[in-house]
């Protein structure tokens, strides 16, 4: 019987670790994180305390992001987001040598190059933020709500392609959440599947 209770306790272990490792969960506080970003800054999850925040991953050399900012649908949920009061940050975690990767300037210039407004790029080379929220493509999104809590996690949207032309097909899961959330409403949908590339981790 003790030994039965010992197993128990080991395969309960096993499971909360497993558990621990697969990023946060929707529905409980958001992971505290901090980083420095395009322009030098340290930013971290305090600093929008009070506010809705998007966490974007991003890598401008995956088709799928160029998906949504080719057709102008990032940058115009970014401007409509944050004329909002809505924190929007943009997370590399390319490591160097790998596709995605960029500098301070070089990201300056990649959002004027392509009319991004996100409220700060974070540069996130070692990782550290993307494995801290299990981050798995690019693009992928998550909404924290004013209380700190995830309130979504997943895909920008419904169709899993790098077809510009079925952005308007698709059901809009981040659109709709961070408007559920911005209407104090549930988020119907608050987990679905991201797509897209792989995030380059060093």
């Not at 949504?68 to 009061?85: E, F, R």
């Not at 990201?107 to 929220?133: H, Q």
């Not at 949908?189 to 060093?202: E, I």
């Amino acid at each position: 019987m003790r030994l039965m209770h010992k197993l128990a306790a080991f395969v309960a272990g096993i499971t909360l670790s497993a558990a621990a490792l697969a990023g946060p969960s929707v529905g409980q506080p958001a992971p505290a994180f901090s980083a420095v970003d395009s322009n030098g800054k340290t930013v971290s999850l305090a600093d929008f305390k009070g506010r809705t925040l998007v966490l974007e991953w991003s890598n401008d050399g995956c088709p799928f992001v160029k998906k949504h900012y080719g057709s102008g649908n990032m940058q115009a949920l970014q401007k409509a987001y944050t004329a909002k009061n809505v924190a929007w940050l943009t997370v590399i975690s390319s490591a160097p040598g790998k596709q995605g990767h960029v500098d301070g300037a070089a990201a300056n210039k990649l959002s004027v190059d392509r009319g991004a407004v996100p409220t700060a790029v974070l540069l996130d080379a070692s990782g550290a933020i993307g494995r801290l929220y299990d981050a798995k493509t690019t693009p992928q999104m998550f909404v924290i709500d004013t209380k700190g809590v995830l309130a979504y996690a997943g895909g920008i949207d419904s169709i899993p392609t790098a077809d510009a032309d079925d952005i308007a097909k698709a059901t809009p899961y981040l659109k709709l959440a961070v408007d559920a959330v911005l209407a104090g409403q549930p988020v119907l949908s608050p987990a679905t599947k991201p797509y897209g590339c792989s995030v380059k981790y060093g």
